[in-house]
Nanobody
Framework: QVQLVESGGGLVQPGGSLRLSCATS????????MGWYRQAPGKQRELVAS???????NYADSVKGRFTISRDNAKNTVYLQMNILKPEDTAVYYC????????WGQGTQVTVAS
């Protein structure tokens, strides 16, 4: 059974930081492209960042220089370090695993507000 479990979301003030984690099981993690997506109310789900098995990364323009995606193959976990958070970063953040098949986590809420 494949599971992707996100954690680390919460309420943070503008300019603050959060670190999201996505622990996986049931997949050969090291071979998967891992990604973080987000969906704000009334908007479509969008790619935030992705990392390949070769650790090549890709970021949405809106988060470049502020967010960092990384992976720990020994822990089957992908991370998203989010710095200098802005109110427009408020969304539900989803973990995604792709290798032919696509798997999603249940999402974690990130709210940036004062």
């Amino acid at each position: 059974q494949v599971q992707l479990v996100e954690s680390g979301g919460g309420l943070v003030q503008p300019g603050g930081s959060l670190r999201l984690s996505c622990a996986t099981s049931g997949i050969s993690f090291r071979y998967y492209v891992m990604g973080w997506y987000r969906q704000a109310p009334g908007k479509q789900r969008e790619l935030v960042a992705s990392i390949t098995s070769a650790r090549e990364t890709n970021y949405a323009d809106s988060v470049k220089g502020r967010f960092t995606i990384s992976r720990d193959n020994a822990k089957n976990t992908v991370y998203l370090q989010m710095n200098i958070l802005k109110p427009e970063d408020t969304a539900v953040y989803y973990c995604n695993a792709q290798r032919g098949q696509i798997y999603w986590g249940q999402g974690t809420q990130v709210t940036v507000a004062s």
